[in-house]
């Protein structure tokens, strides 16, 4: 979305609330209290108001935004500025435009917001061929940057890069290539088999046909999919079958890396998020902020974060 449409949709917070209460309603409401799905509208309180027991649901209650004071019109702002960045923006400069004083809090909402991204493409499983590989990803250690030091204090963390592809054969000419459709990345605890056959059950249908190099630690894969093929790890085999991986692990680098500079390894995964989340999507166009508010309304707020 651009931003002279943003103003025209939301020109200030009621506006926005009203398109809130709209896809938190379509996503379906239920009472904390009481599990009831049936409520009632209390339009000056912005409350939704349980016809089972009576218990009050405020717009943000029981999803990432719960805590926030911000205005949720500065949300969705924020959304849409992640939304119309094709890359990925940073926090500093999200605070710049949003006019903000505090960077804090704007690297918190945008944080949320990626926890929502992540969690909505949790929902989906990849299907029919699944491309699999791992890509190692530089982070700052906390003490490296304190001291500032440069890439010698880095380690890398080890990232499960996943790519639903379909395979093509032109008839005519009998090349073969593939064509991608879903991504998923998942950083690893541990490089083991258990860590890695552990986000592979949760990510990957249990019908689909994995392609992978003959890494050890890809032995019991075959176990947890319909089948399991191992590619000669030389240059020409893993640049045609595992393509999509490798085109999506470099892309991931080149973009965090860009913009983020230092990237500490608990705060990876959401910014793993956000980019696959954009690339799952790369063809909703303006689309894209829209999906992202529902993501927001549909997500979960976990204690544990
Ligand atoms: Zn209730």
């Given at each position: 979305m651009k931003i002279t449409e943003f103003k025209d949709r939301f020109p200030d917070e009621h506006s926005c609330r009203i398109d809130f209460k709209l896809k938190r309603e379509k996503e379906g409401v239920i009472c904390k209290?009481?599990?009831?799905?049936e409520h009632t509208w209390l339009s000056k309180r912005y409350q939704w108001h349980c016809k089972g027991c009576g218990f009050r649901t405020t717009?943000?209650?029981?999803?990432?935004?719960?805590?926030?004071?911000?205005?949720l019109r500065t949300w969705y702002l924020c959304m849409a500025f992640m939304g119309m960045t094709k890359k990925a923006m940073s926090a500093h400069e999200m605070r710049r435009q949003l006019d903000m004083k505090r960077y804090e809090p704007v690297w918190a909402m945008m944080h949320k917001i990626r926890k929502a991204m992540g969690q909505r493409d949790k929902r989906y499983e990849l299907f029919n061929s699944v491309e699999l590989d791992e890509g190692y990803f530089p982070q700052a250690t906390p003490i490296a940057i304190k001291l500032k030091r440069?890439?010698?204090?880095q380690r890398k963390k080890n990232v499960l890069v996943m790519a639903e592809s379909t395979p093509l054969e032109?008839?005519?000419?009998?090349k073969k290539s593939s064509h991608c459709r879903f991504f998923k990345m998942k950083v690893l605890q541990t490089g083991t088999a258990d860590s890695i056959n552990q986000e592979l059950r949760e990510s990957i249908n249990e019908k689909a046909i994995v392609f992978s190099d003959k890494?050890?630690?890809?032995?019991?894969?075959a176990k947890y999919v319909e089948g399991h093929v191992k590619i000669k790890s030389d240059k020409q085999s893993t640049n045609e079958s595992l393509r999509w991986v490798h085109m999506a692990i470099s892309n991931a680098k080149r973009t965090l890396l860009g913009v983020y500079h230092k990237i500490r390894g608990v705060n990876l995964q959401c910014y793993l998020d956000e980019f696959c989340y954009k690339l799952n999507r790369r063809y909703f166009g303006d689309r894209l902020f829209d999906r992202i508010t529902i993501a927001l309304a549909s997500s979960l707020c976990i204690h544990a974060d």
């Open positions: 209290r009481c599990f009831h799905k717009l943000r209650s029981g999803t990432l935004m719960h805590d926030s004071k911000l205005p440069g890439k010698g204090s032109n008839v005519n000419t009998g890494a050890t630690n890809y032995i019991d894969i």
